[in-house]
């Protein structure tokens, strides 16, 4: 079965950066994933790096972030190093780039001083390593009471790397009502808990 970009509904303005992006059919994770995000659901993906992980969660955030309002946090990634953050950054630049969609990248070992200009100027998408993320808000730089999406990304790496009291912070500051989205290479017990 050949699935195309078009069928999920996205708005033509994504489905165009889409195509300048080179990408033709969605990935297996992208088939299963987009459909069930778009329609709000919590997931719990299954995928390696390389599979096309950050678009299946991307494009849905993007496609939120078109409607409603803007320059306030209301998509929140979470991810285990800045390598990765980066990475997401780039992706999400390029599949929102025909979108108002403003998005920063939070991360420890530089300067804190561009990262809060910048969410200081209103963003709506922030892609963060936990540690900064919760020095920022501690700083009182940060707002996310408004956040409607959070992504965990490569969530078992962030678990051993000792992540999880951090993140347990994070989720509390965030709303009850949300869509959470969880991605990991491997799925042990304490994972899916
Ligand atoms: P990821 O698993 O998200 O790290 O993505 C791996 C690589 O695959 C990235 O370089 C993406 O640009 C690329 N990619 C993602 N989705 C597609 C697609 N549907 N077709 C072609 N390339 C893709």
């Not at 033509?12 to 992208?30: E, F, H, K, L, N």
């Not at 025909?98 to 209103?122: A, D, I, W």
Request: hydrophobic share 40%; aromatic share 4%.
């Amino acid at each position: 079965m050949h699935m195309k970009f078009d069928q999920f509904g996205l708005d033509q303005r994504i489905v165009d950066a889409i195509a300048s992006a080179g990408y033709t059919v969605p990935t297996s994770i992208q088939q299963q994933a987009i459909p069930k995000v778009l329609e709000g659901r919590d997931v719990l993906g299954l995928a390696q790096t390389g599979t096309g992980k950050t678009a299946a969660f991307i494009l849905p955030i993007i496609q939120r972030l078109i409607k409603g309002p803007q320059r306030r946090v209301r998509a929140l990634v979470v991810a285990p190093t800045r390598e990765l953050s980066e990475q997401i950054y780039q992706t999400s630049v390029a599949l929102g780039k025909n979108t108002r969609m403003r998005c920063v990248t939070v991360y420890g070992g530089v300067n804190k001083k561009s990262q809060v200009s910048r969410l200081r100027k209103g963003v709506e998408l922030v892609i963060a390593c936990p540690g900064r993320l919760l020095d920022l808000v501690g700083d009182g730089a940060i707002d996310l009471w408004q956040t409607e999406v959070l992504v965990l990304d490569e969530a078992d790496r962030m678990c051993d790397m000792g992540f999880i009291p951090d993140i347990r912070r994070i989720i509390k500051i965030l709303p009850s009502k949300r869509q959470t989205l969880c991605f990991a290479a491997t799925m042990p017990e304490d994972i899916r808990r």
